[in-house]
């Protein structure tokens, strides 16, 4: 570390009677009177103003010991929350059936968004019936649904059949029966159901596409389905559903 160092004294020129004369004993007795009367050369100056380190330390940035600890961020831990309310078709399906999409459907005098439909337009491109799974792993408690013939439907005289699966095991005896206006709305409980499927067919559906070309040149109906799952929902309580599964 640098370090000042004390001024020397300086040679002074005092005028006498006789004419300038160095004295060297007077030099540093006057050199030091002088220093002590006008406080020294520049380096005593420069000595003054700057502080030395110990006295620069202290004004310097704190070290790593004096600065305050920072408290981590607390970590979260368990899955992620669930919505109260998911719409089904949100939700990923599990091999669903060739001829069932989503989309908007028309029952009665309303349309609705997020919801399944069953249709075949020149054949089928799968067996009847239609169904879709998907795996709701027992976190929700309720499933609210419209099952219907869409409002249009260009065979407007079929009839559906719905049934509904929980963890593999039908829920109504019988299936579901809805015409083109006449829906029904399915509410049922799944609490602890890991997988949910649902199912829809038209009786006396042609799903050959040969046999189903074969009746549309000769003009005979294939009786293909138009049938719709009516934005369905599932609910963690039983109130998210009296609230949104309104139809």
């Known amino acids: 570390m640098a370090k000042h160092a004390k001024p020397k004294g300086r040679t002074v020129w005092v005028r006498l009677e006789r004419g300038p004369v160095i004295v060297a004993g007077v030099c540093v007795i006057l050199g030091v009177s002088l220093t002590a009367v006008f406080g020294g050369g520049p380096g005593d100056a420069e000595s003054a103003e700057e502080p030395t380190q110990s006295q620069t330390s202290s004004s310097e940035e704190p070290t790593a010991s004096e600065l305050p600890s920072e408290t981590p961020a607390a970590e979260t831990t368990g899955p992620p929350s669930l919505p109260d309310v998911a719409y089904l078709v949100d939700l990923a399906a599990n091999d669903p059936h060739l001829d069932v999409g989503t989309g908007i459907v028309s029952v009665l005098n309303d349309e609705y968004d997020k919801s399944l439909w069953y249709r075949c337009e020149l054949y089928c491109n799968d067996s009847a019936p239609a169904s879709v799974e998907y795996k709701i792993g027992g976190a929700y408690d309720r ?39 006449e829906p029904e709305v399915i509410d049922v409980p799944v609490e602890g159901v890991t997988w949910l499927r649902i199912e829809a067919y038209r009786e006396g559906t042609v799903d050959n596409p040969a046999q189903a070309g074969a009746n549309f040149v000769g003009g005979v109906s294939n009786k293909f389905p138009d049938l719709a799952w009516a934005r369905p929902v599932l609910c963690r309580t039983h109130a998210a559903c009296d609230e949104w599964a309104t139809y």
């Open 143 to 181: 499933f609210v649904v419209m099952a219907a013939v869409n409002a249009d439907a260009e065979e407007g005289d079929q009839e559906g059949f719905f049934q509904v699966y929980l963890d593999d095991s039908p829920l109504f005896e019988d299936h579901v029966k809805v015409t083109r206006g």
